[in-house]
Every structure is written in structure tokens, then in C-alpha cells.
């Protein structure tokens, strides 16, 4: 008679098969092992679910834990090779970084920990949205650090245009995540959850660049370099790396919270309201969105110590209309497909 099972399997599968169907898996592979399965086999099925699980997790919290992993090791790396750049103001950042990336860790953990079928789809709304944020992120990237921008346009597009779509995005994910749960509490952390895998994966490429590619991005930032006070070009690089990087994982979850947040109040009210309102909120909000973006185009014009009120002028107004976008788009679909009742009464 075969030893009774090691409680450590089981426990594994509830805890790291993501997904609601953790406990039925683990329930059904012990009740074949029990019936003649090996302990080769046991452990094989276990990893292997795991894994498949892992990769199946459409909310991104599996996907999310790898980049925070390499994060960690890329910033721990960078730091050795060029230990210039943790020294005073420096080591501050590392710090702060490692902290931040470990806390991100415990998020994205907690999300594929989620079984309820409504928080995971909240969840997914925001893992979806991540994808695509950080895929514009990665494109902008390589865009500032290998072509240059000769133009306004460009760098309009490169810095305002991408800023607007991640605001648009973080609205979407919170509109969605009310559709799911009726909550605007799940819009807010979903909201959140896309900013923070969305950073999680820029970040990774960006430092991974850096890494093996780090002195090339001196003559982008000659300026800042020569300001610094610093006679190592990769120590340079690896601090003002460290010193974003703190900026974005904190700034970014703060203000994807807000937007989710807004975007799930904006479609709780549009819940109920007619067709010709939601069509009126369309072109008010595209007038918004037009008057917001030409606010932001007119500051690419003005000195650097004259933007700052235009640009929070700007991008307050485009962040109200996009806010509405996801759920009046949503809701004039949805009124879209009704079908028209009859006017008279057609029963006998």
C-alpha cells in the first residue's frame, strides 16, 4: 500500500496554481496518486500545472513576478558593476528601488492569489490593459534611445500622445472593472494593478538595455551628465536609472489608482442614462479631449520654466474625456444591439 501523500503538494497547488481551480486540481491529482499514480508522476503533473497555469493567468500576476525578479537582479548588478552610482544621494535610491520592486512582488503575487470569477475578471481588465501599456512603452523607448527626434510632432507624440493613451488605458481597465464587479473599489485596484505590470515590464527592457547598452545614452542626456559631478558614464547612467525608476513606481500606481477610480464612477452613472445624453457626453468629452491635447501641443512652445500650468492645464482636461471614453463607447454599443420594442400592443 502506497505511503499516504506529503501535505507539501497540495499545499503548492492552492498556493501557486493560479486561478480559481487550484483546489479541485490538487483534489484530483491526489485522488490519483492514491489510485496507482507514481510520486514521479505526482510531482511532474504538479509542476506542470503550475507552469501551465502560470502561463494561462490572464490577469499577468505569474507573468508580472518574472520581471520583478529580474528587476531586482538587473538593479543589484548594474549597482556592482558601477558602484559609483551608490554612493551618497545613490545608495538612498537602491534602496528605495529594491523595496519597491519587493512590495511589487507581494502585489502581483496577491493578484493570481485572487479566485473569485468577478475580481479576476476585474483583474484581467487590468492585466490586458498592462500589455498593451507597456508595449507602447517599450516601442517609445527604443524610439528616444536609437532614432532622433528631429521634430515637434515627435516628441509631442513621444512624450504627451503616450502619456494620454496610458491615462486612457488606466480609465478603461476601471470602466471594465466595474462592468465586472459593480464596484468602484475593484475599478481603483484594478486601475493600479495596470499601472504596476505595466511598469514592472517597461522597466525590465529599459534596465536590461541599459545594462549592456548603457554608455550609448550619454550623448541623450550630455547635459545632465556634465551637471551631475560625476567622471563615470555608466555609474551616470545606472543612478538616473535608479532615480526614474523610484519616480515611476511610485507616481505611476498613485495616479492609474485615480483614473481607474474616475473611470468606474464615470460608468456607474452612465449606467442609466439615454441615448441622446451618452451622445452628448461623446462630443462634449471630444471637445474636451481636442481643447486638453492643443493645451499640451501650445506648451511644446514655451520655455521649460513656463509649461508646468499649461501641461497640468492640459492634461487634467484630456484626462476628464478619457475617463468617459471606455464607458460611454460601451454604453452606445450596448444600446446599439437592443432591440426596439413595438410601439402597439401586439397580443390578442
Not at 489510485?35 to 490577469?59: E, K, P
Not at 511598469?199 to 548603457?214: H, K, T
Not at 463607447?329 to 402597439?344: A, K, N, Q, V, Y
Request: with cysteine.
Amino acid at each position: 500500500m502506497k505511503a499516504p501523500y506529503r501535505p507539501l503538494i497540495p499545499c503548492l497547488l492552492e498556493r501557486l496554481v493560479s486561478g480559481p481551480h487550484g483546489e479541485a486540481l490538487a483534489g484530483d491529482l491526489i485522488e490519483q496518486y492514491e489510485n496507482g499514480r507514481s510520486s514521479g508522476w505526482f510531482w511532474r503533473q504538479a509542476v506542470l500545472a503550475i507552469l501551465i497555469s502560470g502561463a494561462r493567468d490572464r490577469t499577468s500576476g505569474t507573468r508580472a513576478i518574472f520581471p520583478c525578479l529580474v528587476l531586482l537582479i538587473l538593479v543589484i548588478a548594474t549597482a556592482v558593476r558601477h558602484p559609483a552610482s551608490v554612493t551618497g544621494a545613490g545608495r538612498l535610491l537602491l534602496v528605495e528601488d529594491v523595496a519597491l520592486l519587493v512590495g511589487y512582488a507581494a502585489f502581483a503575487g496577491w493578484v493570481r492569489q485572487q479566485r473569485g470569477l468577478k475580481t479576476r475578471s476585474a483583474l484581467e481588465a487590468g492585466g490586458q490593459a498592462a500589455l498593451v501599456i507597456a508595449a507602447i512603452f517599450i516601442a517609445n523607448h527604443i524610439v528616444w534611445s536609437f532614432i532622433p527626434l528631429s521634430s515637434r510632432a515627435a516628441y509631442f507624440a513621444s512624450g504627451a500622445g503616450v502619456t494620454l493613451i496610458m491615462l486612457g488605458l488606466f480609465g478603461a481597465a476601471g470602466s471594465a472593472a466595474w462592468s465586472q464587479t459593480r464596484s468602484v473599489f475593484w475599478g481603483a485596484v484594478a486601475g493600479t494593478w495596470c499601472a504596476s505590470a505595466a511598469i514592472l515590464y517597461a522597466l525590465s527592457f529599459a534596465f536590461s538595455l541599459n545594462y549592456f547598452l548603457g554608455p550609448k545614452a550619454i550623448p541623450r542626456l550630455r547635459d545632465a551628465f556634465l551637471a551631475s559631478g560625476l567622471t563615470d558614464a555608466g555609474a551616470f547612467v545606472v543612478q538616473n536609472g535608479l532615480r526614474a525608476a523610484s519616480e515611476d513606481l511610485i507616481r505611476m500606481p498613485l495616479t492609474a489608482a485615480f483614473v481607474g477610480l474616475a473611470g468606474a464612477l464615470a460608468n456607474a452613472w452612465l449606467t442609466t442614462r439615454p441615448r441622446r445624453v451618452l451622445l452628448v457626453l461623446a462630443w462634449f468629452s471630444t471637445l474636451i479631449f481636442v481643447l486638453g491635447a492643443l493645451v499640451l501641443w501650445y506648451s511644446g512652445s514655451l520655455g521649460r520654466a513656463d509649461r508646468p500650468p499649461f501641461i497640468v492645464a492640459g492634461t487634467a482636461a484630456a484626462s476628464i474625456a478619457l475617463c468617459g471614453a471606455h464607458p460611454i463607447c460601451s454604453r452606445l454599443l450596448r444600446h446599439g444591439r437592443e432591440i426596439p420594442r413595438p410601439r402597439g400592443d401586439i397580443r390578442e
